[in-house]
T-cell receptor
Framework: QQQVKQSPQSLIVQKGGISIINCAYE??????FPWYQQFPGKGPALLIA?????SEKKEGRFTISFNKSAKQFSLHIMDSQPGDSATYFC??????????????FGKGTKLSVIP | DTGVSQDPRHKITKRGQNVTFRCDPISEHNRLYWYRQTLGQGPEFLTY????????KSRLLSDRFSAERPKGSFSTLEIQRTEQGDSAMYLCASSLAYPSGTYNEQFFGPGTRLTVL
């Protein structure tokens, strides 16, 4: 059972364009939704995160949009740059009171930004 | 470099052999996690420790897998009688446990890539 579904699997964007990656979750108990960026040969690194009581969060060129009723959230990368070329994972985690600290990841989106 | 480190970075073994991986977390982090990542997939949770106590294990952690964190610092993950299906990237992450009631960022190491022939 895949609890976090991510699309598209791969994405090619022109430099300066907008990259959009979408995720949907099933478990309404999730209460924190981070996005991770992974470069080849490296571990994932936290990029930006959001809680479900917020509809949007922006940090620099990266924005998360969150739709709690639809159980969907998305990452927008504005003014995409070749250095953004990486694999992006959405993830979800239960609240701390649940006693489980495992991140549940989507399958990832490989982003290629071409000059 | 004060990040999470893992050793070795690559391991090639023959089916049936035992392998052991090591993870050194960020020094002040009390929680340590192991994940497995196969090609084209996101990381999947295996287990986590708070200090030396192993508090959660995934169904993915079969009885051929054992993880330890004997002194609450570094951790080892051992796979006995390896199978080709064990081929994957094994990622370690660490985080603070406090403040409680909040999400404390998990910092990932570079991973150990295991190939079972």
């Amino acid at each position: 059972q895949q609890q976090v579904k991510q699309s598209p699997q791969s994405l090619i964007v022109q430099k300066g364009g907008i990259s959009i990656i979408n995720c949907a979750y099933e478990n309404t108990a999730f209460d924190y939704f981070p996005w991770y960026q992974q470069f080849p040969g490296k571990g994932p690194a936290l990029l930006i995160a959001i809680r479900p009581d917020v509809s949007e969060k922006k940090e620099g060129r990266f924005t998360i949009s969150f739709n709690k009723s639809a159980k969907q959230f998305s990452l927008h990368i504005m003014d995409s740059q070749p250095g953004d070329s990486a694999t992006y994972f959405c993830a979800a985690i239960l609240p701390a009171w649940a006693g489980s600290y495992q991140l549940t990841f989507g399958k990832g989106t490989k982003l290629s930004v071409i000059p | 470099d004060t990040g999470v480190s893992q050793d070795p970075r690559h391991k090639i073994t023959k089916r049936g052999q035992n392998v052991t991986f090591r993870c050194d977390p960020i020094s002040e982090h009390n929680r340590l996690y192991w994940y497995r990542q196969t090609l084209g997939q996101g990381p999947e949770f295996l287990t986590y420790f708070q200090n030396e106590a192993q508090l959660e294990k995934s169904r993915l952690l079969s009885d051929r897998f054992s993880a330890e964190r004997p002194k609450g610092s570094f951790s080892t993950l051992e796979i006995q009688r390896t199978e080709q299906g064990d081929s994957a990237m094994y990622l370690c992450a660490s985080s603070l446990a406090y403040p409680s009631g909040t999400y404390n960022e998990q910092f990932f190491g570079p991973g150990t890539r295991l190939t079972v022939l």
